[in-house]
């Protein structure tokens, strides 16, 4: 638990700190790359408060989620159709969902 926190710590430091920038052009597909990422941590953290967390399950859906998230997105744009639709639609309700059983079982943890 401990080395996750201090990866999330020096990442957000590196993040805040080295300067880089992409182009406005790739900004769909790194904002739903992201989104996935995102919704994988918020899986594995569910996962992990039911007692049922694999590293191996949540590392390959980690960068999984994110390649077809970009490559809907790339696919979407190169046929002029947005498709990152789709993946915002899927990965932001997921999102929600998953923080709202990691709420439940937070109330639940604590108030017993």
């Keep these: 638990m401990i080395i996750g926190i201090l990866g999330i710590v020096l ?5 805040f700190y080295l300067p880089v ?6 900004s769909s597909y790194i904002s739903v790359a992201i989104l996935a990422a995102v919704d994988s941590v918020f899986g594995a953290l569910k996962a992990s408060l039911e007692n049922n967390f694999n590293s191996t399950i949540f590392v390959t859906g980690f960068i999984g989620n994110a390649i077809i998230a970009g490559l809907l997105a790339y696919i979407g744009d190169k046929m002029g159709v947005p498709l990152y639709y789709a993946a915002i639609f899927t990965f932001g309700s997921r999102l929600f969902q998953n923080f709202a059983i990691i709420r439940r079982l937070l109330i639940e943890k604590f108030s017993s």
């Design 11 to 15: 990442g957000l430091a590196l993040g």
């Design 21 to 26: 920038g992409l182009p406005i052009a790739y």
